[in-house]
């Protein structure tokens, strides 16, 4: 039988397990990518794994998220970041090179290659036939350690592309359309493969641009072919040696196909608050908008941002609306600066941001009060934007020019002319922010950490008891985010290497006094919908409220990552056996598992007691042993240490 190139992929990096779907499987690793928000919990806990230098191809620490310096606290993170980076064996990428993604695919990534990243959005690397993966900071420390990468076998849809896309449709509008057809949870535990005609006509970072948003999918990654296009790319980047061929085999075999005529797609946009949530352009034009906001690791390619530049001429940004642009990288900026087109940005009124995620995660840039902000990145949840009223639509870079020339939502067709933008035969290569670290050896050995007040010690579980008994903190509805358990923006990201201090701000966006009644409490159990946790990869999420002593979380179904997370941190993450038995459980509501410890053990079922309602709700556990193994231990750290 063929393969898919997810298939081939996994059949050359596999360590453990068989291919065999919904059975676990251990990857090897052959690069690893973190950014400075997770980094520093991703790098103390490599420390606490006592390993000496890092064990994989090539790891990246890159400075893109917390890069508002309004106190020591982010610039302290860099430097203890460089420092470990440095004696560790890592490549540090400094504040002002461009944002991880962005950079990784210019300057590091290969077809062919695994590759894990301490952000949700890592599958961007699939743009170049990666199989490219987003995980929790643990799980990134210990690859880098040489430890393997576990995932569940995933089932691989392909999405055959036909067809040719038309002026003023881009690949975002793709992405967008594949949203549409599968929502935010059609993803999880699959990965999405692009095949067939269409795959030709579209360029490495239109590639990216969609395995970049299939995280919105739930999607454990999406792929591309390595192909001409990949090859000419890498070319372009002084990188030709990294090129393999890559395709699926004539005969491989898909879960499900679904077939994309990209001819007939239109500009499209994702309305408040969800990236699912899809209307045409066409639907909403001639609403107001306050705002605009292009670049993040979805919409920063020099593409993007000549195309941008080439509707911006000559042009005026509408009185009403506030433009800023983020250009990607480094690379990007210079070659902007080198052809001229920056000068028609900055003409244009356009306010042009350092090369990094700022608007994107709420650091700078928070729309006013009501505000309708169209962006290019690839998240609108509700709060994100820092604003929590704003309305956020997700677009191309093309409307949201368009739109920001207009002062309206436009359909960017009304345009006119677009030429076709080539990717460069050469792009500009100058590695001045990338500084290689060390080599093993006595030098490394004895090179400084550097960590300033704000980095504090991350909490540490203690081998699971025999029995919870906890009350209800919380219950929620469906679809919660990793950014209401643990929001991010300008005021609470410089935290992040602080979980006490960041821990007084979990929940807080769907519920003010969560920390208070949780410390109170002495912890509990958090009750979920559907989804919950989807969207970023970050590990606080599960590390706050682990501070807060939170044990469990009973919901309908888990967003991967976070599942990951919860377990890893030993807080159990467990499901309704019958999704109706959610009613069942209120907020405030106390519960008791007996012999959890053993029945985690022998895989029996668990059956919770809820002491006030007299209820017995049976619950699923799906665990492989060696999950149940780090749950027992109270997490993979204690689990790795034998404690
Ligand atoms: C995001 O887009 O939400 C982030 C910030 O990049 C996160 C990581 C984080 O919370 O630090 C992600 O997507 O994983
Ligand atoms: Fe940065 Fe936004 Fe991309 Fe996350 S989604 S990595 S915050 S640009």
Redesign the pocket.
């Not at 301490?118 to 959005?121: L, T």
């Given at each position: 039988m063929g393969l898919t190139i997810t298939e081939k992929i996994i059949k050359t990096h596999m360590i453990s397990g068989q291919m065999t779907k919904g059975e676990e499987i251990g990857l090897k690793i052959d690069q690893t990518l973190t950014?400075d928000?997770?980094g520093t919990m991703a790098y103390l806990q490599f420390e606490a794994m006592g390993v000496n230098h890092v064990k994989t191809e090539r790891s990246v620490a890159y400075i893109d998220?917390n890069t508002l310096q309004s106190g020591f606290e982010n610039a302290d993170d860099h430097r203890y970041i460089q420092s470990v980076a440095n004696k560790y064996g890592i490549w540090f990428s400094r504040p002002g090179n461009g944002i991880c993604h962005q950079v990784h695919l210019e300057r590091f990534g290969k077809p062919g290659k695994t590759l894990i990243g301490?952000?949700?959005?890592t599958p961007t690397g699939g743009g170049i036939g990666m199989l490219a993966i987003?995980a929790g900071g643990l799980d990134v420390a210990v690859a880098m350690g040489g430890g393997a990468y576990y995932i569940t076998m995933p089932e691989v849809v392909n999405i055959k592309l036909s067809g040719k896309l038309s002026p003023f449709v881009s690949a975002k509008d793709v992405i967008l359309e594949v949203l549409r057809i599968l929502t935010v949870k059609g993803g999880v535990g699959k990965v999405m493969e692009y095949t067939g005609e269409g795959v030709k006509t579209l360029s490495v970072p239109e590639r990216a641009t969609i395995t970049n948003m299939g995280?919105e999918l739930g999607a454990t990654s999406s792929i591309f072919p390595s192909d001409e296009k990949t090859k000419q790319f890498l070319e372009a980047q002084g990188r030709g040696e990294d090129y393999i061929e890559l395709s699926p085999d004539a005969d491989a075999v898909y879960e499900k196909t679904i077939e994309i005529n990209l001819s007939t797609l239109e500009p499209l946009a994702a309305c408040p608050h969800s990236p699912d949530n899809i209307k045409t352009v066409e639907e909403l034009t001639g609403m107001n908008i306050d705002q605009v906001c292009i670049g993040s690791c979805t919409n920063s390619s020099l593409q993007d941002m000549l195309k941008v530049a080439y509707i911006l001429k000559g042009k005026t940004v509408h009185e009403a609306v506030d433009l800023s642009i983020a250009p990607g990288s480094k690379q990007v900026y210079q070659m902007l600066a080198d052809c001229g087109a920056l000068t028609d940005l900055i003409a244009s009124g356009a306010r042009i941001l350092e090369c990094a995620?700022g608007p994107?995660?709420g650091m700078g840039q928070s729309p006013c009060s009501e505000g309708v902000s169209l962006r290019t990145f690839?998240?609108n949840f509700e709060g994100r934007s820092g604003t929590k009223n704003a309305q956020v639509y997700l677009v191309s870079p093309e409307t949201a020019a368009v739109s920001a020339i207009n002062g309206v939502l436009t359909n960017p067709k009304s345009f006119g002319e677009l030429p076709k933008i080539k990717t460069p035969e050469n792009f500009l290569i100058n590695d001045n922010m990338i500084i290689k670290p060390l080599p093993v050896g006595a030098e490394s050995v004895s090179a400084q950490i550097i960590r300033g007040p704000n980095i504090k010690p991350f909490p540490k579980n203690s081998p699971l008891s025999d029995e919870i008994q906890a009350k209800v903190i919380l219950k929620t509805g469906d679809n919660i985010t990793?950014?209401h358990i643990m929001p991010?923006g300008a005021k609470i990201l410089p935290l992040?290497s602080n979980i006490p201090a960041i821990s007084e701000f979990c929940f807080t966006a769907v519920d003010e006094a969560f920390p208070q009644r949780a410390k109170e409490a002495g912890g509990g159990i958090i009750i979920g919908g559907v989804n919950y946790g989807q969207?970023?990869?970050?590990e606080?999420a599960a590390l706050a409220p682990l501070e807060l002593g939170i044990k469990a979380v009973i919901c309908k179904s888990f967003a991967r990552i976070h599942k990951q997370n919860l377990i890893n941190n030993g807080i159990i993450p467990l499901l309704f056996k019958n999704t109706e038995d959610y009613e069942k459980v209120s907020q405030g509501d106390d519960l008791v598992f007996e012999n959890i410890k053993e029945k985690l053990k022998s895989g029996e079922e668990i059956v919770l007691k809820n002491i006030t309602s007299d209820a017995e709700i049976p619950l699923e556990g799906e665990f492989s042993e060696r999950e149940r193994n780090m749950l027992l231990a109270g997490g993979l750290l204690n689990l790795t240490k034998g404690e």
């Open positions: 950014q928000a997770t998220h301490s952000d949700s959005h987003g995280a995620c994107c995660i690839n998240r990793t950014d991010a992040r969207g970023s990869s970050r606080h």
